[in-house]
C-alpha cells in the first residue's frame, strides 16, 4: 500500500504517518524507487495509534503501549499502570476544566452586560480589581 492507501485506511493523514516514521514509531519499506511501501502490520500500528492518540495518550506513551503490545511477554500490570496513570491525568484536567466553567460562569453572572464600562471580568482578568478604560 502507499501512503495515500494507507492514509485512507488508518483514517490519519499523511502527514501525521509521515510524522510517526521521523519519529520511529513506524518504520515502512521503501520500494526500489523510494516510495514508503505499507503491509498490513503497518496499517495495524497506525490504526493502534491513532485510537491511542484519541484517548489523548501522548506520543511517548504510545511508543510505550506499542512497545508493550508487541512484546509477547508482557505483564498486563505495566499496561494498566501506563492507563492508570493517563487517567488520573484527564481527570486532573476535568477538575481544572470544571473550576474553570465555575469561575467564568460566575463572572459572567456579575456583569451586567449593559453600555456601562464596569466588566468584573475584565476586572479579574487584570488582576488588579479595577477594569482597564
Given at each position: 500500500?502507499?501512503?495515500?492507501?494507507?492514509?485512507?485506511?488508518?483514517?490519519?493523514?499523511?502527514?501525521?504517518?509521515?510524522?510517526?516514521?521521523?519519529?520511529?514509531?513506524?518504520?515502512?519499506?521503501?520500494?526500489?524507487?523510494?516510495?514508503?511501501?505499507?503491509?498490513?502490520?503497518?496499517?495495524?500500528?497506525?490504526?493502534?495509534?491513532?485510537?491511542?492518540?484519541a484517548?489523548?495518550?501522548?506520543?511517548?506513551?504510545?511508543?510505550?503501549?506499542?512497545g508493550?503490545?508487541?512484546d509477547?511477554?508482557?505483564?498486563?500490570?505495566?499496561?494498566?499502570?501506563?492507563?492508570?496513570t493517563?487517567?488520573?491525568?484527564?481527570?486532573?484536567?476535568?477538575?481544572?476544566?470544571?473550576?474553570?466553567?465555575?469561575?467564568?460562569s460566575?463572572?459572567?453572572?456579575?456583569?451586567?452586560?449593559?453600555?456601562?464600562?464596569?466588566?468584573?471580568?475584565?476586572?479579574?482578568?487584570?488582576?488588579?480589581?479595577?477594569?482597564?478604560?
Open positions: 500500500m502507499n501512503i495515500g492507501d494507507v492514509a485512507t485506511r488508518s483514517g490519519l493523514p499523511a502527514k501525521t504517518i509521515r510524522y510517526y516514521e521521523d519519529i520511529g514509531l513506524i518504520r515502512p519499506g521503501r520500494s526500489a524507487n523510494g516510495y514508503r511501501c505499507f503491509e498490513e502490520r503497518d496499517l495495524h500500528k497506525l490504526a493502534f495509534l491513532g485510537r491511542a492518540r484517548l489523548g495518550f501522548s506520543i511517548e506513551d504510545c511508543r510505550m503501549l506499542l508493550l503490545y508487541e509477547d511477554s508482557r505483564a498486563s500490570a505495566d499496561v494498566k499502570q501506563l492507563a492508570l493517563h487517567l488520573t491525568k484527564i481527570e486532573a484536567k476535568i477538575a481544572d476544566l470544571q473550576a474553570m466553567r465555575e469561575t467564568l460566575e463572572l459572567i453572572t456579575c456583569c451586567a452586560g449593559d453600555n456601562r464600562p464596569d466588566c468584573p471580568i475584565l476586572r479579574d482578568l487584570s488582576g488588579d480589581g479595577e477594569a482597564p478604560l
